[in-house]
């Protein structure tokens, strides 16, 4: 979720107690969400040419101070992120309705943005854990209504999944939705476990699956499974999304562009 590596993560946590983790007795460390803010934080920090030395020098209180923050979201950004946080979903709705009445596709965009700020403003403490549980849940039903107006229930040749385990299913709503505004018959089943995934590869003819990522994967992994689906089927395998964007394809060697 952060990109950095076990031992870097033990040794800022050793070295600087900038973290707070639980030890279980089993001996593994477990960490909260306002840890998991702290390391994005100071991640993003050195990124921009800050140094560890520097960062320091803030306390982990101010970290997570969101006013810290403030000036990273518009005006328009922080009202809706207010509606969020006060469970006015009503404004949330009258925003996106209007929107859809003029064009489908910018209110898929509009969606995604949506979305987008909602993992920000989560991460800079703004929205809670459960804030930005029951925001997505609202979505998801508020875009199955509006999809039921556009499926035709043609017998689909494009499968639209999430990558096993990855339980962040919305983008992928959002790509069948564009799916189906451009006609194409297809079938949105969110996360399957991959024995279930597999099985339904098996069982129909796709031309195209897309699998959506959301929290970054190793690159093997991704190879791996579109190895497994290619022994069973000759559909077309398409990796999308934020954790796919965030997966380090290995660069080549002389040797293998040779081969």
Same mark, same amino acid.
């Given at each position: ?30 960490? !909260? ?97 459960? !804030? ?33 385990? !990855? ?8 790509? =069948? ?10 079938? =949105? ?49 398409? =990796? ?20």
């Amino acid at each position: 979720m952060t990109g950095l590596s076990p031992a870097r993560i033990r040794k800022w946590q050793e070295r600087y107690n900038i973290l707070r983790p639980t030890q279980a007795h089993n001996g593994y460390y477990y960490y !909260d969400n306002d840890d998991l803010r702290v390391l994005l934080f100071i991640k993003n920090q050195l990124s921009n040419g800050k140094t560890l030395k520097e960062l320091l020098n803030i306390s982990r209180e101010q970290v997570l101070n969101k006013n810290l923050y403030l000036h990273e979201f518009t005006q328009k950004e922080l009202e809706l992120i207010n509606y969020i946080s006060n469970y006015q979903y009503h404004e949330i709705q009258k925003h996106l309705d209007s929107i859809y009445k003029k064009s489908f596709l910018k209110w898929i965009s509009e969606i995604r943005n949506l979305l987008i700020l909602v993992g920000r403003a989560w991460e800079k403490n703004f929205l809670s854990v459960a !804030d930005e549980h029951s925001i997505s849940n609202w979505i998801r039903s508020y875009i199955a209504k509006h999809l039921l107006k556009e499926m035709k229930f043609e017998k689909p040749v494009w499968l639209v999944c999430v990558f096993p385990g !990855d339980t962040h299913e919305l983008g992928a709503m959002l790509h =069948f939705a564009k799916l189906l505004y451009y006609k194409v018959p297809a079938k =949105f089943v969110g996360m399957l476990p991959k024995h279930e995934l597999l099985r339904e590869i098996r069982q129909n003819s796709y031309r195209k699956i897309s699998i959506s990522v959301v929290l970054p994967k190793k690159w093997k992994e991704l190879e791996n499974l579109r190895k497994e689906i290619q022994k069973i089927s000759n559909a077309k395998v398409l =990796f999308g999304g934020y954790g796919f964007k965030q997966t380090q394809k290995p660069k080549k060697t002389i040797k293998n562009i040779r081969t």
